[in-house]
């Protein structure tokens, strides 16, 4: 592994994918190979900072930390990220030209942490995008940070919401942050609390006596490994399901046509099923299961797995990017399943899982199908309601295939 914390134990098994125990830092280390966001969320004193001091330590001086606060403004963020913002800011000098060149020159970092991220205030949070998304504006014009690679990772207490309704502040942010971990939930073994007391009795976050080895180009090569990995045609299926399948009602009406009322218009049967509990991911949310699933998958590989299971990992991915990222019916999740979004995200896991296969038969008949540029009713009838996405793409698929064919001058 690229990441092993120095000081934050934690050996609970969150899950055993492709023979290979997966633990929290595990889930940083797929965060960091896929250049994800990451939001550790859950009570304090329970290790969430020191994960994330244990992360920057391997960025060597190319790592910020921002202390999130209830009067932070927005020239004090600039300031952390360089010094001469406020300067230029408070003498109302102009930043064009080559000074402009020089302050950016020097924003070239390559991990942002910001601890405590709810306490900070709308306006720090809306600069926070920027960063997180990898650029910072001056003037009305981005400029890109770390130089090909950055990384967001935040921390916030159990309590601390996001509010900003009126704006969707709060919602557009938590998107941004990828992968969003709950600690309280994913809590270390009681021989871990253990060996903490073995290791350091002092209640501060802990620094290591020396500074670590300086990985940021051992990491960039590892993230350009990644974004090289195919991607194969069955995590795009099973995305695509996640997208379009989970975005469906009855009656072919779309909930997210429907707005955050969606939740209000399942009838019938549909109430008591996973089309009450969760609505279709995002594409942009896509990216990152699928980012995420990759990295975990090579991660495995490293450790001696053969053969991958991709919708395993996929499942894996979707559940921990997308429990607290607001596609989840929060209604359900404190009524039914006891204010746990992982519990509510199993229970969509376990019936997509029956899902797929039941029609695992007509799966592999489809797209051998539409590998050969054909369209047959029978196996494209099979199809339908939430799986209607699947009979548009292998008929855009055959015709597709239709079309190669007759460039290259063969007969159909």
Excluded at 172 to 195: C, G, N, S, W
């Amino acid at each position: 592994m690229l990441i092993k914390p120095d000081k934050y134990k934690n050996t609970t098994e969150i899950v055993n994918l492709n023979g290979v125990p997966v633990y929290l830092p595990t889930l940083a280390e797929a965060a960091i190979r896929g250049r994800l966001n990451m939001f550790l969320l859950g009570k304090s004193g329970f290790g969430k900072t020191q994960l994330v001091r244990d992360v920057m330590n391997y960025f060597g001086d190319r790592a910020l930390f921002v202390l999130g606060r209830n009067d932070m403004d927005t020239r004090e963020l600039f300031q952390q990220v360089n010094p001469e913002f406020l300067k230029a800011l408070k003498e109302g000098k102009s930043l064009e030209g080559k000074t402009l060149k020089e302050v950016t020159d020097k924003v070239n970092y390559n991990l942002i942490a910001v601890d405590e991220l709810p306490n900070c205030v709308p306006a720090v949070r809306a600069q926070l995008f920027n960063l997180f998304d990898g650029f910072i504006e001056i003037n009305g014009k981005p400029y890109p940070i770390g130089n090909g690679y950055s990384i967001g990772l935040s921390t916030g207490n159990l309590g601390q919401e996001f509010t900003e309704s009126s704006n969707e502040l709060g919602r557009a942010l938590k998107e941004r942050m990828h992968l969003t971990l709950d600690v309280d939930f994913l809590r270390p073994q009681t021989i871990d609390f253990y060996d903490m007391l073995e290791d350091n009795l002092d209640p501060r976050v802990n620094f290591p006596d020396k500074s670590l080895e300086d990985r940021i180009e051992e990491i960039k090569k590892a993230y350009q490994k990644l974004k090289g990995r195919p991607v194969p045609f069955e995590k795009k299926v099973i995305g695509l399901y996640l997208v379009d399948g989970l975005d469906c009602l009855a009656d072919d009406k779309r909930k997210s046509e429907l707005k955050s009322s969606w939740h209000t218009k399942v009838e019938g049967h549909e109430a008591g099923s996973d089309v009450a509990l969760i609505e279709g991911v995002s594409p942009r949310a896509l990216k990152s299961i699928i980012t995420l699933s990759q990295a975990l998958d090579e991660i495995t590989e490293e450790q001696g797995a053969k053969d991958l299971n991709y919708f395993e990992s996929m499942m894996t991915a979707f559940k921990f990017c997308s429990a607290y990222s607001g596609v989840l019916n929060d209604a359900l999740v404190r009524q039914t399943y006891d204010e746990n979004p992982y519990k509510a995200m199993d229970a969509v896991i376990d019936t997509t899982r029956e899902q797929f296969k039941a029609k695992e038969e007509y799966l592999r008949a489809g797209l051998e199908m539409a590998r050969r540029g054909e369209k047959k009713k029978k196996i494209s009838d099979n199809f339908k309601g939430r799986w209607k996405f699947m009979k548009d793409l292998l008929e855009n698929l055959a015709d597709r295939t239709l079309l190669e064919k007759r460039a290259h001058g063969k007969k159909d």
